[in-house]
């Protein structure tokens, strides 16, 4: 059985879609759980911490009202990614965070789900002018934050046991 997933809102743009997690995920959502590029994001994970990740999309949502995405092709519905907001216990506020495969890597994706994301934050969520939390040794990511308007706005020496930098986003205009 398959329940609609009327709680995670659907957006898009010209070449993705950003949506509920599907079943059909799991297998790239492991995969990318396996890669090192996944250290950013909390892996890696194993098949079982990957599908918990997948869960604990809807559960961000459920609790919160607000969440992240899986990002998608247009065309293909392939898993890309994932980007949206993130709240954790001891965190300040919510965080805009992204990750995509090393697929979509260099393609412009990373930038185009996460400002569509941060625009239906700012007028659907009331989630404007948000933080981003960042390794220092993260800089693409960094960069990223820099590319998307977002600037340094303090230095954490010890944040969960690392060093960590927190970007504001700008606040988009009502």
């Not at 954790?88 to 569509?116: N, Q, R, S, Y």
Request: charged fraction near 20%; glycine fraction near 10%; aromatic fraction near 10%.
């Amino acid at each position: 059985m398959t329940a609609s997933i009327d709680l995670i809102p659907t957006v898009e743009t010209d070449r993705l879609i950003l949506r509920a997690p599907k079943l059909d995920d799991l297998p790239a959502v492991t995969a990318f759980f396996a890669s090192a590029q996944s250290h950013t994001v909390g892996g890696p994970r194993d098949d079982l911490g990957s599908a918990m990740s997948m869960n604990a999309t809807f559960g961000q949502w459920v609790l919160y009202g607000f969440g992240s995405w899986f990002i998608a092709e247009r065309d293909s519905d392939a898993y890309l990614g994932r980007t949206g907001f993130i709240m954790a216990p001891g965190w300040e506020e919510p965080e805009l965070g992204w990750a995509v495969t090393t697929e979509a890597e260099g393609k412009g994706i990373a930038t185009e789900a996460t400002l569509a994301a941060r625009s239906y934050g700012a007028r659907h969520l009331g989630l404007n002018g948000v933080i981003s939390y960042i390794r220092p040794t993260n800089t693409r990511s960094a960069a990223m934050a820099r590319r998307l308007g977002a600037t340094l706005e303090t230095t954490h020496d010890d944040w969960r046991g690392a060093p960590c930098d927190v970007y504001r986003h700008p606040k988009e205009a009502a």
